[in-house]
């Protein structure tokens, strides 16, 4: 379930309070400095990165300096939290930046906390990496983190070995060596597989769905739906709603890979699974695997030539997500109001066809990008050529 915001601004509240409190006692840098990591992180959940990164450019400026190992760690903590949110605002040289000071001063610090720290920035450095298209740098870094911490039995340090296979299997795919990416896949399910740790089940998860992805491309269709079976039925109802994402992604991609391989009936039955089972989540990213399960089942229908029944799915489309603000629901619903018109004109439903393309043209705008400025022109054409009938 998404999380109350009310709840994030009360932890805000309390750790204001908590630090006025705190800053009383010169003795008190740990606890200061751990209500600031808390504060930072109230501050990410409501979506305010800017003061974000004050909280922790706070933290840094107060305790940057601390010998104490409690501080430390929870220096090394601000350093990897604030990489990540300048990552997440798309500044990918500054975070890389950030994660490379936090190398410089905690590469060779023994405590375990620290290692895992290292690595953690290590993996992130190879993800901005990807980003930016420097591939083989990327590569080169998540060999370096398995050879540094390949052998560790720390919990926090087999998460990170679990991440750095991760992405090595997703940039070989990248590379289009999904054979390759295949067999670092499978090693990380042989090595973690049957782990119970919440976050190592997110890591397989995704290593599932991402061998299904790899599959696909090596024209393994077959293979891949098996696959993506075994992890929505693994992960699809997992108690940790980011295993259980992954779960309904992997139910998502098996109905789409079972399209294409004209299983449609079966195809139809996945994707009403996916609606059915997750139609309560609230948080964007289900939504999105929601309405993708509709876009797939209605082009599923249309291509049957049902075209009544693809309507209705649109119509589910609209009434489901015609509110959201989010761009990529917004793409589906204009979409879903285009094709609607198309088949409503079709089955010779030319008023209704009309107000569908009504509904695209005065409820969307250019702006919000280039697919719906061309479903806005497309169906302007339509809208035109209807309206020269009358």
């Known amino acids: 379930m998404m999380r109350d915001p009310k709840r994030d601004e009360e932890i805000l509240l309390a750790c204001n309070r908590a630090l006025a409190e705190a800053s009383k006692n010169p003795e008190a840098s740990a606890e200061i400095a751990g209500v600031l990591l808390e504060k930072g992180l109230a501050l990410r959940r409501l979506g305010r990165r800017e003061d974000e990164l004050a909280a922790y450019e706070d933290l840094l400026t107060r305790f940057g300096s601390e010998p104490a190992a409690a501080v430390r760690e929870r220096?090394?903590?601000?350093?990897?939290?604030?990489?990540?949110?300048?990552?997440?605002?798309?500044?990918?040289?500054?975070?890389?930046?950030?994660?490379?000071?936090?190398?410089?001063?905690?590469?060779?610090?023994?405590e375990v906390g620290l290692r895992a720290r290292v690595a953690a920035a290590l993996v992130g450095k190879a993800v901005l990496l990807n980003e930016l298209g420097r591939r083989t740098d990327a590569l080169a870094i998540l060999d370096d983190v398995l050879?540094?911490?390949?052998?560790?039995?720390?919990?926090?340090?087999?998460?990170?070995?679990?991440?750095?296979?991760?992405?090595?299997?997703?940039?070989?795919?990248?590379?289009?060596?999904?054979?390759?990416?295949?067999?670092?896949?499978?090693?990380?399910?042989?090595?973690?597989?049957?782990?119970?740790?919440?976050?190592?089940?997110?890591?397989?998860?995704?290593?599932l769905v991402n061998k299904g992805h790899a599959l696909r491309r090596l024209a393994r269709s077959d293979e891949a739906t098996v696959v993506l079976q075994a992890a929505s039925e693994r992960f699809g109802d997992d108690p940790s709603p980011r295993v259980r994402r992954v779960g309904a992604e992997a139910l998502l991609l098996?109905?789409?890979?079972?399209?294409?391989?004209?299983?449609?009936?079966?195809?139809?039955?996945?994707?009403?699974?996916?609606?059915?089972?997750?139609?309560?989540e609230s948080d964007t990213e289900s939504r999105i695997q929601i309405a993708s399960a509709l876009a797939f089942k209605?082009?599923?229908?249309?291509?049957?030539?049902?075209?009544?029944?693809?309507?209705?799915?649109?119509?589910?489309?609209?009434?489901l997500f015609g509110d959201s603000v989010e761009p990529e629901l917004r793409s589906h619903v204009a979409e879903a109001h285009y094709n609607k018109g198309v088949w409503?004109?079709?089955?010779?439903?030319?008023?209704?066809?009309?107000?569908?393309?009504?509904?695209?043209?005065?409820?969307?705008d250019n702006a919000e990008g280039a697919e719906i400025e061309q479903l806005r022109?497309?169906?302007?054409?339509?809208?035109?050529?209807?309206?020269?009938?009358?």
């Open 75 to 110: 220096v090394a903590w601000a350093l990897y939290d604030k990489g990540y949110a300048l990552a997440e605002l798309g500044s990918y040289g500054d975070a890389i930046s950030v994660y490379e000071d936090l190398l410089s001063r905690f590469e060779s610090s023994p």
């Open 147 to 207: 050879a540094r911490f390949d052998h560790a039995h720390e919990l926090p340090l087999r998460r990170e070995v679990a991440r750095a296979l991760s992405n090595k299997g997703w940039t070989l795919a990248r590379l289009a060596r999904d054979v390759e990416a295949i067999e670092v896949y499978d090693e990380l399910l042989e090595r973690f597989g049957e782990a119970s740790d919440a976050e190592l089940r997110e890591q397989v998860a995704l290593t």
């Open 254 to 280: 098996r109905g789409s890979v079972l399209l294409d391989l004209g299983r449609v009936d079966t195809a139809l039955a996945v994707l009403d699974d996916v609606v059915r089972r997750y139609r309560g």
């Open 298 to 319: 209605a082009q599923a229908l249309s291509e049957r030539d049902a075209r009544q029944d693809a309507i209705e799915v649109y119509d589910e489309m609209i009434t």
């Open 344 to 364: 409503l004109h079709e089955l010779g439903k030319r008023t209704d066809a009309l107000a569908s393309y009504e509904e695209l043209l005065n409820g969307f």
């Open 377 to 390: 022109e497309w169906a302007q054409i339509r809208y035109d050529v209807l309206r020269q009938r009358e």
